[in-house]
């Protein structure tokens, strides 16, 4: 895994997946976590997740980790995408819960707390 830092965000990179989280003064945003098109539907996102909840966790003071589950596609052939529901659902494994902060750009805001 490749972890790069620029101003107030860090990427994680590896051949399987990639995803970025930005930091704030009292939460850190969990921008993106995408498979790649051929690993997809073989555990790379549960394990990116993972880790990226582990660096927050052993790198930042912050106790809040928040995100918004937004499907995304790429157009491509071996695009599988998991709707807004399947996303919950998977979030939700992870201790995530819906926010009370949700806004009109983010309707789906979801929460965790360390």
């Known amino acids: 895994m490749t972890i ?3 101003e ?3 990427y994680f990179d590896n051949i399987f997946s990639h995803g970025n989280i ?3 003064e009292t939460s850190i945003k969990i921008e993106l976590i995408r498979v790649n098109d051929e690993y997809k539907g073989k555990g790379y996102a549960s394990k990116l997740l993972e880790t990226i909840i582990q660096y ?3 790198n930042f003071q912050q106790k809040k980790i928040i995100l918004s589950p ?3 596609s790429t157009g491509g052939k071996s695009d599988i995408l998991l709707n807004l529901e399947q996303l919950i659902k998977f979030y939700k494994k ?3 819960t819906e926010s009370d902060e ?3 750009e983010e309707p789906y ?3 965790r707390y360390l």
Do not use: A, C, E, G
């Open 94 to 96: 992870y201790k995530f």
């Open 4 to 6: 790069t830092k620029k």
């Open 22 to 24: 930005s930091i704030h």
């Open 56 to 58: 927050i966790q052993d």
């Open 109 to 111: 805001l979801m929460v």
């Open 102 to 104: 949700k806004t009109r």
């Open 8 to 10: 107030n965000r860090i």
């Open 70 to 72: 937004m499907p995304i």
